[in-house]
């Protein structure tokens, strides 16, 4: 179990509990207020209001103890921290350890805006506090590393999925505009149009319909995220689940940019391979047959 002995003020900034406050307030009320979540407290069979007493040591090994008053409760939403996670006040906390404003912090949060500039910050704040031990968010909790890894997995697979049957849709409506123009084919075989301008032929046709359409499809997608990024997505069905890997149960989706790009670039290369066979099938057309082709 985890005692927090934080400051109410500045703790809002760097936190998201007094958001997920479902009862009472943030420890700003009486003598000793402490804050748990629903689920401990149901678990321990308190309520608001109820009295808890602490146990754990002080500044020199001593066991003390103090009695909180419970006057507010919270739901994170992640189960984790909602069964070992309690928050006093640091005043108390300090005033039942015997501490002084030396020992005013053991812990200090920081958030930055791109988390791909974690190091860098990590590694200059480390030159300003040489003793100090600095983690990133990374280090600290190693499965949301890793399951940030694994959304990326996940999306180039499921990336790779829809292009695979891109492909096909694209054989498929080139190879049918091929066959329904075989007397076109032929014809400008006839004329003199080599085979290697009737592959590139069919190869820019089919290169033109993907850039087309992809800013299209790409609009519609921007458009549908703006909408999601107010509202969210509820997936409060799965909730119990979520609960354990500490996600909330309505997501608000936020892509990076570059996700548009790797999108573009994806319906670029599947329009450019899915053409190829219905362009070899144009150039394997003999002329006089194609003519003949009813």
Known sequence: MRIWGVDPERESGVSFIREKIVDGDFLQEGRNPILMSRLLAQKLGLKMRSKAVLTFQDLEGNITAGAFRITGLFDSGTTPFDEGTLLVRREDLLRLTGGTEQDIAQQIVAIVDDPDSVG????????????????????????????????????????TIFMLALIFGIINTMLMAVLERVRELGMLMAIGMNRRRVFLMVMLETLFLGLTAMPVGIGLVVITLKIFEKTGIDLSIFSEGMREFGMSEVVYPDPVPSIYLQVAFAVFLTAFIGAIYPAWKAIRLKPVEALTKI
Request: proline share 5%; charged share 20%.
């Open 120 to 159: 860098v910050i990590r590694d200059r704040l480390a030159g300003y506090f040489p003793g100090a031990s600095l983690r990133t968010y990374a280090e600290v909790a190693p499965e949301v590393a890793m399951y940030e890894s694994q959304i990326g997995i996940m999306n180039a697979i499921v990336i």
